[in-house]
């Protein structure tokens, strides 16, 4: 967690005639950036990855030389030291800077704290808005105490315990947007709580909770159906009560889930009780979407105490309205700020302009702002993007685009002698609309100097940390080269994009625009259009079983989420010809993904008249058949033994690519699962059973993902050498287990031939109903 503050130049421009502005006054704007920068040190440990590529030194982070992050949550690379007031010509360079303590100190003019170091916060990259901007970007990130500020526990009569509320809305998938992410990630890069806990009925989903869970307690919520006998029907009501019930248990800070945290809380720790006016002179209210109390404070429980007249009819009044009411009886029970210090702007149409299109506001009284959630859903500004924080919309969005994780995309890039293409595809990246990417080059033993190209470019447009350049000792291929490459990348969504294809300048931003709408959402794809020797659209179907399987998947540079490749192991190695990227697309079908196809056609592919693609396509049918073997649970199982009968039919160059495959040391163990149960199926088409039943060893028969597929082959290989009944057990279970399986013909048929001409019943235990 970090301690966070800016020293900002004296605000030139006058607050809003409603608000408080900065003319005279000393303006610290928040490092908002820390929301996702500085969250965590988890170094990301190298512990064993694929031969044959340069990794880092044991125990050193995968991807820099500095503190790593969480995948997705923007880094802090080392660099040489710089001044906190850059030169012009850095202001759009996007590189991250690191000082040393001592160098930190003397541009603040302060003596650095024990057990900190001083960092030097990202300057903005150039934008359209030419507005002045704060220069001295400077945070301390402690390290020896990275929760709390021990030093004020004696006096602080609060806990630095935050609470959440989230998922009370029943009817609505609980999907975390960007706003509830700004407000976690704030809470934690600001207030520095020791515990920060999401008090759900529904666990969050989508990328932004992705990112968080790791730093937050997750509490099951209580069903909340009436209070002292009084119904509770809306789910803000009944969020209402979750929250006081949590302060009265725990005690702490309670925030809503739109609010961003601007400056720390320490000064309202050592009051029993604090809340904010709602509009000028508290006019509302006091609202309870910031509630800062002590554990069973007697200001929360008398207000609790007040729900005994609960009416769902008057809307806020218990929320708002009462405890105005409460604290003018009793003064001494809560500390009331005055309407700028957390909700203001207002969430009127007036305020919603002030926040989002209007520099009017300077936010230097504010500890918090209260971005409304409601009011933003019905005002113009309802489309909000991600993409308008590096636009000249507002002061508020302008300074959210440090909340944006910076890299959002990884573009992975193997090359291998393709060096007269990359420039062209990274030239494809550096022209995205939207910044936040970085590119990874993977060198697969190239001999036409591709990465030294690569390195020349970005050193050329000066990309900096956004470009990392990986030699491969040994040539891996393209399936391990996207492996190694994925390893090192930090990014929330994967770009996969060829040197020799292109991408749409427009493809990053329509993403972003589509995640900000539908947070949950895994992948996100576009028509694909051919160029240089085709000019032919591949209008995308629809993503499901049957059009993976006929008409191909995806393009090879839709956007996935980097959790989707952990989660489903990877690009595989194991198939002849490629199509990696085929396989891999099946199992995110496999697994079920929530795709959003964007319009028009983002993705460039270049049609060459030799390619790997064209040079394997007269094997495609008998590796597609090979596909649909490693995705047993998405073919009925007569199907599979179709598929079965192609691949014993293999050509010669398909084995003996299969053959090779297995020689390599660089092959995962069930990669070369799948190659030994392909090669088995061809040895018993040619009627080599022993070198069949060979392959088929104890790892093979244990894939998973075979389900039954190698053990009937085995028990088909046992009863062949052995005689009948050798493989009984063997069957009958097959049998008991698979039902699609034992309703087939060559199941039946197979059993009979290997009991002596048997009819294959279930046992007793198993029959049918």
């Known amino acids: 967690m970090v301690d966070t503050w800016l020293s900002g130049k004296r605000s030139k421009r006058r607050g809003s005639s409603r608000g408080r502005g900065g003319g005279e006054k000393q303006t610290y704007l928040l490092a908002l950036l820390l929301g996702g920068a500085a969250l965590v040190f988890t170094s990301w440990k190298h512990t064993a990855g694929p031969a044959g590529y340069d990794a880092p030194s044991q125990g050193q982070p995968l991807w820099s030389a500095a503190p790593a992050s969480a995948p997705g949550l923007p880094s802090l690379p080392a660099q040489p030291a710089v001044p906190a007031t850059p030169p012009p010509e850095a202001a759009a360079s996007p590189q991250r800077a ?101 008090h759900c009925a529904q666990e969050p989903v989508g990328m932004f909770w992705e990112l968080l869970r790791p730093h937050v307690k997750l509490v099951r919520g209580r069903r ?256 391990e080269s996207r492996n190694v490459a994925l390893m090192h990348a930090r990014g929330v969504w994967v770009c996969a994009l060829d040197p020799d294809d292109k991408i749409h300048k427009g493809y990053f931003r329509a993403a972003v625009q589509a995640m900000s709408a539908q947070p949950d959402l895994q992948l996100i794809t576009s028509n694909q259009q051919f160029f240089e020797g085709s000019n032919w659209v591949w209008d995308l179907p629809p993503f499901d079983t049957t059009t993976v399987m006929s008409r191909g998947p995806l393009p090879v540079m839709t956007l996935y989420l980097r959790s989707l490749w952990e989660m489903v192991g990877g690009y595989t190695n194991a198939l002849p010809w490629g199509n990696e990227d085929y396989e891999f697309w099946t199992k995110l079908l496999s697994v079920g993904v929530k795709v959003h196809k964007l319009p028009g056609e983002l993705v460039l592919y270049r049609f060459k008249q030799k390619s790997m693609m064209r040079d394997s396509a007269v094997f495609a049918e008998e590796e597609r058949s090979m596909m649909r073997t490693m995705h047993p649970e998405l073919f009925h199982d007569a199907k599979l033994l179709q598929e079965h009968l192609k691949i014993m039919n293999m050509s010669s160059p398909t084995r003996k690519r299969l053959e090779d495959r297995q020689k390599a040391g660089r092959i995962s163990l069930e990669d070369r699962s799948f190659g030994r149960f392909w090669l088995a199926l061809s040895d018993i088409h040619r009627g080599d059973f022993a070198a069949a039943l060979l392959k088929l060893t104890p790892e093979v028969l244990g894939v998973e993902r075979l389900r039954w597929q190698a053990s009937f082959y085995h028990a088909r290989c046992v009863c062949r050498l052995s005689g009948p009944n050798a493989s009984v057990a063997e069957m009958t279970e097959l049998g008991r287990r698979y039902r699609g399986l034992r309703s087939t013909t060559e199941f039946l048929l197979q059993f009979r031939n290997c009991h002596n001409g048997s009819r294959w019943m279930p046992p007793p235990s198993s029959r049918d109903g």
């Not at 541009?107 to 300057?123: D, E, G, I, L, Q």
């Not at 220069?135 to 315990?161: C, E, Q």
């Open 98 to 198: 690191m000082l040393a303590p001592q160098a930190a100190a003397k541009v603040a003019n302060k003596a650095p704290p024990k057990s900190a170091v001083r960092v030097s916060m990202p300057h903005l990259r150039t934008y359209p808005c030419q507005r002045e901007w704060p220069t001295a970007w400077v945070a301390t990130l402690p390290l020896m105490f990275p929760k709390g500020n021990r030093g004020d526990a004696l006096s602080a009569k609060v806990p630095k315990i935050v609470h959440f509320v989230f998922g009370y809305k029943m009817d609505e998938e609980p999907v975390f947007t960007f706003w509830n992410y700004v407000a976690v990630a704030s809470a934690l890069a600001v207030i520095r709580p020791e515990t920060v806990m999401m």
């Open 224 to 479: 909340v159906d009436s209070i002292f006998g009084r119904p509770i029907e809306h789910y803000a009501h009944k969020a209402d009560i979750v929250r006081l019930e949590a302060l009265l248990e725990h005690g702490g800070i309670y925030l809503d889930v739109d609010i961003a945290i601007f400056r720390p809380f320490d000064e309202l720790l050592r009051y029993d009780a604090v809340m904010g006016e709602e509009g000028e002179g508290g006019r509302v209210g006091l609202c309870n979407g910031i509630i800062v109390a002590s554990k069973d404070a007697p200001f929360i429980q008398a207000w609790y105490d007040k729900y005994r007249s609960f009416d769902q009819a008057q809307w806020n009044y218990h929320s708002v309205s009462l405890p105005m009411e409460m604290a003018k009886n009793n003064p001494g029970w809560v500390h009331r700020l005055e309407y700028t210090r957390f909700y203001w702007p207002l969430w009127d149409d007036a305020g919603m302009k002030l926040m989002m299109n209007s520099f009017d506001y300077d936010y230097s009284n504010n500890l918090a702002v209260h971005v409304w959630n409601h009011g933003l859903k019905r005002s113009p500004y309802r489309d909000f993007s991600m993409d308008w924080c590096f636009e000249c919309h507002s002061t508020l969005v302008s300074m959210l685009r440090s909340f944006v994780p910076d890299p959002l995309f990884s573009v992975i890039m193997p090359c291998y002698n393709q060096g007269q293409y990359i420039k062209e595809a990274m030239k494809s990246v550096l022209d995205q609309s939207f910044p936040n990417w970085e590119i990874i080059v993977i060198d697969d033993t190239s001999t036409d100097r591709c990465g030294d190209i690569a390195r020349s470019f970005a050193t050329k447009h000066d990309l900096g940390a956004r470009f990392k350049l990986i030699r491969n000792t040994l040539n891996l291929g393209l399936a």
